[in-house]
């Protein structure tokens, strides 16, 4: 059973950083792709960043520049960190892995970014 838990999620002033973590049960490795994903209320879900099990990383126009994702190998770790964050930032935060035919999704962390 592939299990992702999200992390790091808080509420945090326009312009602050936040560094969120995604725990994958299993070697990351076995996923052909992992992501970062959001869906702000109202609003469909969108892919924020991702890497590929040969560390090759791409984000969304919104967010280069300002967000990194990383990952820890020995740890079987994602990172997401987020840099000057602006208000239309706010959404749920998802982690995803997928590999074949298979996608997996963790439950999401909140991020609130307001004054």
């Known amino acids: 059973q592939v299990q992702l838990v999200e992390s790091g999620g808080d509420l945090v002033q326009p312009g602050g950083s936040l560094r969120l973590s995604c725990a994958v049960s299993g070697s990351i490795f076995s996923f052909a792709v992992v992501a970062w994903y959001r869906q702000a209320p109202g609003k469909q879900r969108e892919l924020v960043a991702l890497i590929t099990a040969g560390g090759i990383t791409n984000a969304a126009e919104s967010v280069k520049g300002r967000f990194t994702i990383s990952r820890d190998n020995a740890k079987n770790t994602v990172f997401l960190q987020m840099n000057s964050l602006k208000d239309e930032d706010t959404a749920v935060y998802y982690c995803?892995?997928?590999?074949?035919?298979?996608?997996?999704w963790g439950r999401g962390t909140q991020v609130t970014v307001s004054s």
């Open positions: 995803n892995a997928r590999r074949n035919l298979e996608a997996y």
